[in-house]
T-cell receptor
Framework: AQSVTQLGSHVSVSEGALVLLRCNYS??????LFWYVQYPNQGLQLLLK??????LVKGINGFEAEFKKSETSFHLTKPSAHMSDAAEYFC????????????FGTGTRLQVTL | NAGVTQTPKFRVLKTGQSMTLLCAQD?????MYWYRQDPGMGLRLIHY???????AKGEVPDGYNVSRLKKQNFLLGLESAAPSQTSVYFC???????????FGPGTRLTVL
């Protein structure tokens, strides 16, 4: 069985500051890992994903994440926060079976202040 | 190319009423999924389908039924709605060979 833990349900940063959203996973097989973003009253949009290969993954809007197998982590970072980054962020792990079902974390709401 | 669309966007039901949520995708994706999103719980998989005419249970299937009669549509039914089914429902789809799921805008359902 897979699981995802997102530390911190709410994170607040100042505009221009580093964004760090934490994600740890549990999986019995090599995982596929994803970060999705949800803006208010909208669906989920893929930020980035790790499947195989390079462990540092770059996504949209300046976000990146690093897959660390030894730490079972996939933390999301952005060097400089922008007001438009305020949203809810979900980490997810997929099984590598036929259906590729996603298991989501509980989400982290990012607030960006002036 | 509309992507994944969901109908309706909002709905209020009384306990015991039934309804069907429609998900449609125009990307010719084989796989489709229904999730529910509740505060503090992330998204949980209700049912999914790996192709036309096939469906399977996810993590929280009780109280829901689904049908995939056409490749582009995935219907989620509530036969007798309960207040515990108040939630935001998201549909998603993906290609067989891909990892990424594409999500619809969601349906907000309230059961009184």
């Amino acid at each position: 069985a897979q699981s995802v833990t997102q530390l911190g349900s709410h994170v607040s940063v100042s505009e221009g500051a580093l964004v760090l959203l934490r994600c740890n996973y549990s999986s019995s097989v090599p995982p596929y890992l994803f970060w999705y973003v949800q803006y208010p009253n909208q669906g989920l949009q893929l930020l980035l994903k790790y499947t195989t290969g390079a462990t540092l993954v770059k996504g949209i809007n300046g976000f990146e994440a690093e897959f660390k197998k030894s730490e079972t982590s996939f933390h999301l970072t952005k060097p400089s926060a922008h007001m438009s980054d305020a949203a809810e962020y979900f980490c997810a792990v997929s099984d590598t079976g036929t259906a590729s079902k996603l298991t989501f974390g509980t989400g982290t709401r990012l607030q960006v202040t002036l | 190319n509309a992507g994944v669309t969901q109908t309706p966007k909002f709905r209020v039901l009384k306990t015991g009423q039934s309804m069907t949520l429609l998900c449609a995708q125009d990307m010719n994706h084989e796989y489709m999924y229904w999730y529910r999103q509740d505060p503090g719980m992330g998204l949980r998989l209700i049912h999914y389908s790996v192709g036309e005419g096939t469906t399977a249970k996810g993590e929280v299937p009780d109280g829901y039924n689904v049908s995939r009669l056409k490749k582009q549509n995935f219907l989620l039914g509530l036969e007798s709605a309960a207040p515990s089914q108040t939630s935001v429902y998201f549909c998603a789809s993906k290609r067989t060979s891909a990892n990424e799921q594409f999500f619809g805008p969601g349906t907000r359902l309230t059961v009184l």
